[in-house]
């Protein structure tokens, strides 16, 4: 049994698919707030749990493996949450956890989760059961990070550095991979795209597929803040964003590594390949 946590969020349930292809469906469970939201899964012979990190229940009994979507709630104690997943699967007698982690996590990192991540890895190593950590590199959208390009001709963002920005769907179809395979990795694993990119890169690719000038600008720290507020964006949010880009131009995230492309038996898709989409 394989259970995979937060499996109506996005790479929860992407990667429910994908190991809907590799095994029985009799031998996948998913741990859920709302069960009716996963009713779609029910109906393909998925077992479906009500669970929470507050209250995972009966959500881990009889799994071998548990997937750990990490928490997204900036108001909640995180790192507490994940111990008491993590201890709950362990009671239950799973075998090996897989957490979703940040890629670069890293003492020093600007971009405040790395740290959450590093405590919950530190938890997940002195749980007694066998662990990974799967470092996912950035796979957001890409016009969260790039901005509103196609309308202005410019990807106008603070000063960054290079990222191997990932597509979601490939992290989800290798965290299949592992789940369903005969091979597993220990501790922290990078799963990331094979290219860093920076902005300016992603200026002359969109420059190449769209025939037309992208230009990149660089924005001072400070006027990038205030042109966030005035477009509505708290001042906090705008702040934690900079941390973002504070690491990259920092090194954090610049490097990759091959475990993605093997996971997945291909090379991973680019930048380029995404932005062709949505040129």
């Known amino acids: 049994m394989i259970v995979v946590t937060g499996a109506t969020g996005g790479l929860g349930s992407a990667t429910v698919e994908h190991l809907l292809k590799r095994v029985p469906a009799d031998q996948i469970g998913v741990s859920v707030r709302d069960t009716a939201k996963a ?42 949450l994940h111990r008491n997943a993590i201890d709950a699967a362990a009671a239950a007698g799973v075998r090996r956890i897989l957490y979703t982690s940040q ?29 990974t950590a799967l470092r996912n590199g950035a796979y957001g959208p890409l016009d969260q990070v790039l901005g509103p390009w196609q ?39 990078t799963l990331a795209a094979t290219a860093a990119v920076t902005f300016a890169d992603f200026a002359k690719i969109a420059s190449d597929l769209t025939g037309r000038p992208v230009n990149r600008v660089v924005l ?41 492309a093997e996971l997945l038996g291909r090379e991973p898709r680019t930048v380029a390949d995404r932005l062709a989409e949505s040129a």
Not at 107 to 131: C, K, M
Not at 223 to 228: I, L, M, P, R, S
């Open 220 to 260: 001072d720290d400070e006027q990038w803040v205030a042109e966030q507020i005035a477009s509505g964006v708290p001042e906090q949010a705008a702040r934690f964003m900079l941390t973002w880009y504070q690491a990259t131009r920092a090194g954090y995230f610049a490097e990759s590594g091959p475990l993605l």
């Open 151 to 189: 309308r202005t001709g410019e990807i106008a963002q603070p000063e960054d550095g290079p990222v191997p920005y990932t597509d979601r769907a490939d992290i989800a179809e290798a965290t299949a991979a592992l789940l369903a395979g005969d091979r597993s990795v220990d501790g922290p694993v």
């Open 103 to 131: 890629h670069g996590a890293a003492p020093g990192n600007p971009y405040r989760p790395s740290d959450l991540h590093l405590a919950t890895e530190a938890i997940l190593g002195e749980s007694g059961v066998a662990w």
């Open 39 to 80: 009713q779609h899964f029910a109906d393909r012979g998925v077992r479906v749990r009500q669970g929470s990190y507050e209250d995972p229940g009966d959500s881990f009994a009889g799994a071998e493996q548990v997937l750990l979507i990490s928490g997204n709630d900036p108001a909640a104690d995180l790192v507490s």
